[in-house]
C-alpha cells in the first residue's frame, strides 16, 4: 500500500479513536489518554522534516477544532514533531549516517519504551500548559500522570497492533 495512503487511513483511525473512545477515558481529571500521538510517532522515518511538521500541525489543528481548546493540540504535535527526528538519531545508533527506514515493527519493547515516553512527556508539557493557560506544580503532576497513562495505552497498541511476533 502507498505509505501516504496507510498515513491518511491511520490518521483517520487514531483521531476517530481519540475522540470517541480516549477522550472519555480519563482518569478523574488527573491524567488524560492523548494516543493519537502515536500516529506522529508511528510515521515513516525517512519522510522529511518539513512535510513531516506540516503533517503534525493540520493533524493537530483537526484535533483542536473538535476538541477543545483550539490550538493546543497543534502546538504539543508540533513540539514533538520537531523533536522527533533528533530522538531518533539519539537512541537509535546508526540512523543518521543510514539512508534506510527504521523499521518501527521489528524493535523490541525496551527501544519502544525509550522512543515513546520521552515524546509523550513533550508533548503532554506541551499541551496542558497552553490547554489550562498555566503552569504550575499541580499540571506538571497532570503531565506526569497522563505520560504513564498515554505511555501504558500507546505500548499496549504497539504490542497488540505494530509488533511483528
Known amino acids: 500500500m502507498n505509505p501516504v495512503i496507510a498515513a491518511v487511513l491511520q490518521a483517520l483511525a487514531f483521531g476517530l479513536a481519540q475522540v470517541l473512545l480516549f477522550r472519555h477515558l480519563g482518569l478523574g481529571g488527573w491524567a488524560e489518554a492523548h494516543v493519537h500521538v502515536l500516529f506522529l510517532l508511528l510515521l ?3 519522510w522529511r522534516p518539513i512535510p513531516l511538521l506540516l503533517i503534525a500541525f493540520v493533524y493537530g489543528l483537526l484535533l483542536s477544532v473538535i476538541d477543545v481548546p483550539l490550538g493546543a493540540h497543534a502546538v504539543a504535535a508540533l513540539n514533538v514533531m520537531a523533536a522527533r527526528g533528533w530522538w531518533l538519531t539519539v537512541i537509535t545508533p546508526g540512523l543518521s549516517t543510514s539512508r534506510e527506514a527504521l523499521e518501527f515493527d521489528r524493535q523490541d519493547i525496551g527501544w519502544y519504551l ?18 489550562n493557560l498555566e503552569f ?19 505500548l499496549a497498541i504497539v504490542i497488540l497492533l505494530y509488533r511483528r511476533r
Not at 525509550?114 to 490547554?131: D, K, N, Q, R, W
Not at 504550575?136 to 503532576?141: K, V
Request: neutral net charge; contains cysteine; aromatic residues 16%.
Open 44 to 46: 515513516p522515518s525517512l
Open 114 to 131: 525509550t522512543y515513546l515516553f520521552p515524546l509523550i512527556g513533550l508533548y503532554e508539557l506541551s499541551y496542558l500548559p497552553v490547554a
Open 136 to 154: 504550575s506544580f499541580t499540571l506538571l503532576g497532570r503531565a506526569v500522570l497522563s505520560t504513564v497513562y498515554t505511555g501504558a495505552l500507546c
